[in-house]
């Protein structure tokens, strides 16, 4: 029995059940790597993909449930996507195994919101953990990849009120630039 | 990141010489007098080209370093071909960094004797070997380009991988790379003065992984995909010390994909063509269990046990060791009243919970082994896998890889995981591949976790409100005990930073003890090892000490530094550019809490800014000084110190393993709550200027923003912390 499935713009056939995680058929049918296996629940999103744009945790998404949908994965952005940029520029990795899921989530984030705010990339990020503590630079490469993808600025936003009792606006506020300040 | 720096050192009474016969016995007992390196190489097959064992040159000219040291996150291997580049004056776009094979006398830890990376060590035990062969083979290029040009050697400048001289010539390395390898490398290389570093302690050194691991090309070995290779798992005891009773695998073989199912001696393996196959087919695995040598304790039943022994009401045959103690001290068990100030702490064990759950791949033919995965002590597993095949270790082939993290769980003296698929794949055999897959929740539930530990300690004040007698009592689980090397004194991993104390030079009596109660929960260090509660321990106490004294808390600690004389000093200039630098005022609606802790050789201050935000501390700015010696490369230190910071916060707010009836409760990042971006706090990293040999960076981040935060809840709410984590799921 095989499915077809549209991944990275590619029909392709899959001889896997139809019940298996597409996690597993990336990773061990077709040789996608890229995207990893960290808790098989959708807790941590290191597997995180695109189905239709929307950032999807691939690990709990079986097969059969992708018939006619647009797969997408790490390896479809090429290397040279602003996100990718960023993080390099902004040296985001450590050990790195969460990364491909954290680009896939800051991606359909960036695609949904051109510039977005301190909540929004809570909001959006929130799912993917990075035990090593990259948080404050994904943030950054975040807010850096917006820079370069944003469309030219044509008008002044109107100012968004702010709710006094947002404490992440507030630490955002208070730590001022999260640019690596380093002494000596 | 972690590790047993400490516990191969002399400190403990372990010569290299012990380290032999463990050596031996777990090899089979073949080799006897040979060193201890020369033991755990043989049978390896490294070829050393002409510019040593650290350094190749393409026929272009691009250098490769070999780094003996994994990369799984610390960032080292960049730091490593760094340090070989400027003393090489490489050109260093065309520098790139590979893993080094296995082999413990060509790449061990020049601290340990063994390859394994912890300790904090990689750059520190590297520093003057890498830049000896950086310099040594720059050597070889002015000597070729010497004789070549027929000019004087000191007159041949080397920049940017060019060699250049002043009547205008120049060569690439590649171009005198033929002639460079027929030159005698110099025993002693002219090293350069740390001030004319171009590379070393700047922004250029930039990690040499990040493309890799932003476009999911980076390989671990969760990525690894060989022809003909099985996928294992393991269905593994619901108790620690558990073993098969009997299984029926005649649901499991049915499983499509389902290869075979073999009973180890950690539960029943199934092995499959893929991973999704191994997993289905566990799940129908039948296994009763003998528990008759479990562990069924709670974690509320031991850590009751472990206060009751502090108390002085465990088993009279459990011993006390001394490690800190100066005057009499009946006068530290003595005086009342408010001169006295007694404090307790609870902390929990903690799970390393890495992003790539552990995982190896080995291939078995006869007692030939070679494994890849990410190894953090390769001595280690090479002995472990040695001993399964009856084989000497160094003939285990190894091939590191990237590890999704590790924070100490990858390098221990059984090598579970690893010696667990060299099991597996043994009992596969024919060379056939076998790459060992745990879930989220094998992981979990594997033990080798942060101890559980108690403290408690009672001071008496003097006039001023500082210690005049200090009593500590630390009771916890040895992470020593599976050691080839028993440790001859007091654990070093246990006491560490409550030994060594400034505040204990302050302090005219001191009586500190260790006792280490037998547990069966598997128990390891983890990233900052014994800092991980000595640092809470202390800091905190200061903190409520100059409370008690009226005093405050950042005045108190200077004069405590000033008493400590040389030993404070450290500490205090770390402290004072904090202050500095955290500028006069917390941020509106944050209190500030102060620490500071030196571990593996480097001293860290952290001003923290905290809030409460329905019941839960959350942190916004931290404000941290380190004093690390030279400083190789200054981002990769503020990438650590915002990366430990945030792995200590996790545990401090929320980290907790609990086991009910020997059962642990939790299973996956649902019930074993971590940090998230939310969550995360913005940290500032500056660097104590220091002409000294580099120190630690990966782990002494880790342990200073949890008694950091806990002083700040102190000075917003009057209410000390006894326990941690801060937020609890259960009572």
């Given at each position: 029995?095989?499915?077809?499935?549209?991944?990275?713009?590619?029909?392709?056939?899959?001889?896997?059940?139809?019940?298996?995680?597409?996690?597993?058929?990336?990773?061990?049918?077709?040789?996608?790597?890229?995207?990893?296996?960290?808790?098989?629940?959708?807790?941590?999103?290191?597997?995180?993909?695109?189905?239709?744009?929307?950032?999807?945790?691939?690990?709990?998404?079986?097969?059969?449930?992708?018939?006619?949908?647009?797969?997408?994965?790490?390896?479809?952005?090429?290397?040279?996507?602003?996100?990718?940029?960023?993080?390099?520029?902004?040296?985001?990795?450590?050990?790195?195994?969460?990364?491909?899921?954290?680009?896939?989530?800051?991606?359909?984030?960036?695609?949904?919101?051109?510039?977005?705010?301190?909540?929004?990339?809570?909001?959006?990020?929130?799912?993917?953990?990075?035990?090593?503590?990259?948080?404050?630079?994904?943030?950054?490469?975040?807010?850096?990849?917006?820079?370069?993808?944003?469309?030219?600025?044509?008008?002044?936003?109107?100012?968004?009120?702010?709710?006094?009792?947002?404490?992440?606006?507030?630490?955002?506020?208070?730590?001022?630039?999260?640019?690596?300040?380093?002494?000596? | 990141?972690?590790?047993?720096?400490?516990?191969?050192?002399?400190?403990?009474?372990?010569?290299?010489?012990?380290?032999?016969?463990?050596?031996?016995?777990?090899?089979?007992?073949?080799?006897?007098?040979?060193?201890?390196?020369?033991?755990?190489?043989?049978?390896?097959?490294?070829?050393?080209?002409?510019?040593?064992?650290?350094?190749?040159?393409?026929?272009?000219?691009?250098?490769?370093?070999?780094?003996?040291?994994?990369?799984?996150?610390?960032?080292?291997?960049?730091?490593?071909?760094?340090?070989?580049?400027?003393?090489?004056?490489?050109?260093?776009?065309?520098?790139?960094?590979?893993?080094?094979?296995?082999?413990?006398?060509?790449?061990?830890?020049?601290?340990?004797?063994?390859?394994?990376?912890?300790?904090?060590?990689?750059?520190?035990?590297?520093?003057?070997?890498?830049?000896?062969?950086?310099?040594?083979?720059?050597?070889?290029?002015?000597?070729?380009?010497?004789?070549?040009?027929?000019?004087?050697?000191?007159?041949?400048?080397?920049?940017?991988?060019?060699?250049?001289?002043?009547?205008?010539?120049?060569?690439?390395?590649?171009?005198?790379?033929?002639?460079?390898?027929?030159?005698?490398?110099?025993?002693?290389?002219?090293?350069?003065?740390?001030?004319?570093?171009?590379?070393?302690?700047?922004?250029?050194?930039?990690?040499?992984?990040?493309?890799?691991?932003?476009?999911?090309?980076?390989?671990?070995?969760?990525?690894?995909?060989?022809?003909?290779?099985?996928?294992?798992?393991?269905?593994?005891?619901?108790?620690?010390?558990?073993?098969?009773?009997?299984?029926?695998?005649?649901?499991?073989?049915?499983?499509?994909?389902?290869?075979?199912?073999?009973?180890?001696?950690?539960?029943?393996?199934?092995?499959?063509?893929?991973?999704?196959?191994?997993?289905?087919?566990?799940?129908?695995?039948?296994?009763?269990?003998?528990?008759?040598?479990?562990?069924?304790?709670?974690?509320?039943?031991?850590?009751?046990?472990?206060?009751?022994?502090?108390?002085?009401?465990?088993?009279?045959?459990?011993?006390?060791?001394?490690?800190?103690?100066?005057?009499?001290?009946?006068?530290a068990?003595?005086g009342?009243g408010a001169e006295v100030f007694e404090t307790a702490y609870d902390f929990?064990?903690?799970?390393?919970?890495?992003?790539?759950?552990?995982?190896?791949?080995?291939?078995?033919?006869?007692?030939?082994?070679?494994?890849?995965?990410?190894?953090?002590?390769?001595?280690?597993?090479?002995?472990?896998?040695?001993?399964?095949?009856?084989?000497?270790?160094?003939?285990?082939?190894?091939?590191?890889?990237?590890?999704?993290?590790?924070?100490?769980?990858?390098?221990?003296?059984?090598?579970?995981?690893?010696?667990?698929?060299?099991?597996?794949?043994?009992?596969?055999?024919?060379?056939?591949?076998?790459?060992?897959?745990?879930?989220?929740?094998?992981?979990?539930?594997?033990?080798?976790?942060?101890?559980?530990?108690h403290h408690a300690v009672r001071i008496r004040l003097d006039?001023d409100g500082y210690p005049a007698s200090w009593r500590h009592r630390i009771?916890?689980?040895?992470?020593?005990?599976?050691?080839?090397?028993?440790?001859?004194?007091?654990?070093?991993?246990?006491?560490?930073g409550t030994?060594?104390s400034p505040y204990f030079?302050a302090t005219?009596?001191?009586?500190a003890?260790?006792?280490?109660?037998?547990?069966?929960?598997?128990?390891?260090?983890?990233?900052?090892?014994?800092?991980?509660h000595t640092a809470f321990v202390m800091e905190h106490t200061i903190d409520q000490l100059a409370l008690k004294a009226g005093k405050d808390p950042v005045e108190y600690r200077r004069a405590l530094y000033?008493?400590?004389?040389?030993?404070?000093?450290?500490?205090?200039?770390?402290l004072?550019?904090?202050?500095?630098?955290?500028?006069?005022?917390?941020?509106?609606?944050?209190t500030r809490g102060v620490a500071v802790h030196?571990?593996?050789?480097?001293?860290?201050?952290q001003?923290a800014?905290v809030?409460?935000?329905?019941?839960?501390p959350?942190?916004?700015?931290?404000?941290?000084?380190?004093?690390?010696?030279?400083?190789?490369?200054?981002?990769?230190?503020?990438?650590?110190?915002?990366?430990?910071?945030?792995?200590?916060?996790?545990?401090a707010?929320?980290?907790?393993?609990?086991?009910?009836?020997?059962?642990?409760?939790?299973?996956?990042?649902?019930?074993?709550?971590?940090?998230?971006?939310?969550?995360?706090?913005?940290?500032?990293?500056?660097?104590?200027?220091?002409?000294?040999?580099?120190?630690?960076?990966?782990?002494?981040?880790?342990?200073v923003?949890a008694p950091a935060v806990a002083n700040a809840l102190l000075a917003l709410s009057k209410t000390p912390t006894g326990r941690l984590?801060f937020?609890?799921?259960?009572?």
């Amino acid at each position: 029995m095989t499915s077809t499935l549209d991944i990275n713009g590619k029909a392709v056939v899959v001889k896997a059940a139809p019940e298996t995680p597409l996690l597993w058929v990336l990773r061990d049918e077709l040789g996608l790597t890229g995207t990893k296996f960290g808790c098989g629940m959708a807790q941590c999103g290191a597997c995180t993909v695109h189905v239709n744009g929307d950032p999807v945790r691939s690990c709990v998404t079986p097969i059969e449930a992708l018939a006619g949908a647009k797969i997408a994965t790490i390896e479809s952005l090429g290397g040279t996507h602003p996100l990718q940029q960023a993080w390099v520029k902004h040296d985001v990795p450590q050990c790195g195994y969460c990364q491909s899921g954290q680009i896939m989530s800051a991606a359909a984030l960036l695609a949904a919101a051109k510039s977005p705010s301190d909540q929004d990339i809570d909001n959006a990020m929130s799912g993917n953990i990075c035990r090593c503590g990259a948080y404050q630079r994904i943030r950054a490469a975040i807010k850096d990849a917006a820079g370069l993808t944003a469309a030219p600025v044509v008008a002044a936003p109107a100012a968004k009120p702010v709710a006094s009792n947002d404490v992440d606006d507030e630490i955002a506020a208070a730590s001022g630039s999260t640019s690596r300040g380093v002494g000596q | 990141m972690s590790g047993p720096l400490r516990k191969f050192q002399g400190s403990e009474g372990v010569s290299r010489r012990d380290l032999v016969v463990g050596a031996t016995l777990v090899g089979g007992a073949l080799l006897v007098g040979c060193s201890p390196a020369d033991l755990m190489s043989a049978g390896s097959k490294v070829n050393v080209g002409a510019f040593g064992p650290f350094i190749q040159f393409d026929p272009d000219g691009a250098v490769t370093v070999l780094s003996k040291h994994i990369e799984f996150g610390q960032g080292s291997s960049t730091g490593l071909a760094a340090i070989v580049a400027e003393e090489l004056d490489a050109d260093w776009t065309r520098v790139k960094v590979v893993s080094a094979p296995a082999n413990a006398k060509l790449y061990g830890n020049t601290t340990l004797g063994i390859q394994l990376t912890g300790g904090s060590s990689a750059i520190s035990n590297s520093w003057e070997q890498l830049r000896k062969a950086g310099a040594g083979a720059r050597a070889m290029f002015v000597q070729a380009a010497a004789a070549h040009w027929n000019v004087p050697a000191g007159e041949i400048t080397v920049k940017d991988g060019v060699v250049g001289h002043a009547s205008g010539k120049s060569a690439g390395f590649g171009e005198l790379l033929v002639e460079a390898a027929k030159v005698a490398p110099p025993e002693n290389p002219t090293l350069k003065d740390p001030k004319t570093f171009t590379l070393v302690g700047t922004a250029r050194v930039q990690r040499k992984d990040s493309l890799a691991k932003s476009t999911g090309t980076a390989r671990y070995t969760q990525d690894v995909q060989l022809p003909d290779m099985l996928v294992a798992m393991v269905a593994h005891a619901p108790r620690f010390g558990a073993s098969v009773k009997s299984f029926d695998a005649d649901a499991a073989k049915k499983v499509a994909g389902v290869v075979d199912v073999y009973q180890i001696p950690t539960g029943v393996a199934v092995v499959a063509d893929n991973t999704y196959a191994a997993r289905m087919g566990r799940e129908a695995l039948k296994v009763e269990w003998d528990e008759g040598k479990a562990e069924t304790r709670s974690s509320a039943t031991i850590a009751q046990q472990w206060r009751d022994i502090a108390a002085g009401k465990g088993p009279s045959d459990l011993k006390w060791q001394a490690f800190d103690s100066k005057g009499d001290a009946s006068v530290a068990s003595g005086g009342k009243g408010a001169e006295v100030f007694e404090t307790a702490y609870d902390f929990p064990y903690l799970a390393h919970a890495t992003m790539e759950p552990m995982n190896c791949v080995a291939i078995v033919d006869g007692n030939k082994v070679k494994l890849i995965h990410g190894s953090q002590a390769q001595t280690l597993d090479q002995m472990n896998a040695a001993k399964i095949v009856k084989t000497l270790p160094g003939s285990v082939e190894i091939e590191t890889l990237f590890a999704g993290g590790s924070f100490g769980r990858r390098a221990n003296f059984t090598s579970d995981y690893v010696a667990e698929c060299v099991t597996i794949a043994q009992k596969v055999g024919h060379g056939r591949p076998v790459k060992l897959v745990w879930t989220r929740e094998d992981d979990m539930r594997a033990g080798y976790y942060r101890p559980l530990v108690h403290h408690a300690v009672r001071i008496r004040l003097d006039k001023d409100g500082y210690p005049a007698s200090w009593r500590h009592r630390i009771v916890t689980q040895s992470i020593m005990k599976d050691s080839p090397m028993p440790s001859k004194g007091p654990e070093g991993p246990a006491i560490e930073g409550t030994a060594g104390s400034p505040y204990f030079k302050a302090t005219p009596i001191v009586d500190a003890q260790l006792a280490l109660p037998e547990g069966g929960v598997p128990v390891l260090w983890w990233r900052s090892v014994g800092a991980t509660h000595t640092a809470f321990v202390m800091e905190h106490t200061i903190d409520q000490l100059a409370l008690k004294a009226g005093k405050d808390p950042v005045e108190y600690r200077r004069a405590l530094y000033a008493k400590a004389g040389e030993q404070g000093a450290r500490h205090l200039a770390a402290l004072n550019l904090a202050v500095e630098k955290a500028g006069p005022t917390a941020t509106p609606g944050f209190t500030r809490g102060v620490a500071v802790h030196e571990s593996f050789g480097s001293v860290v201050a952290q001003v923290a800014e905290v809030k409460l935000v329905d019941g839960e501390p959350r942190v916004g700015r931290v404000v941290t000084a380190i004093d690390c010696g030279v400083a190789v490369s200054p981002d990769q230190i503020a990438a650590q110190m915002e990366g430990g910071t945030c792995y200590g916060l996790s545990a401090a707010l929320y980290g907790e393993i609990t086991l009910t009836d020997g059962r642990v409760d939790q299973s996956n990042f649902d019930t074993y709550r971590v940090l998230r971006m939310n969550e995360a706090p913005v940290v500032e990293t500056y660097v104590v200027p220091s002409g000294n040999a580099p120190s630690g960076v990966g782990e002494p981040g880790t342990p200073v923003i949890a008694p950091a935060v806990a002083n700040a809840l102190l000075a917003l709410s009057k209410t000390p912390t006894g326990r941690l984590p801060f937020v609890r799921a259960q009572g």
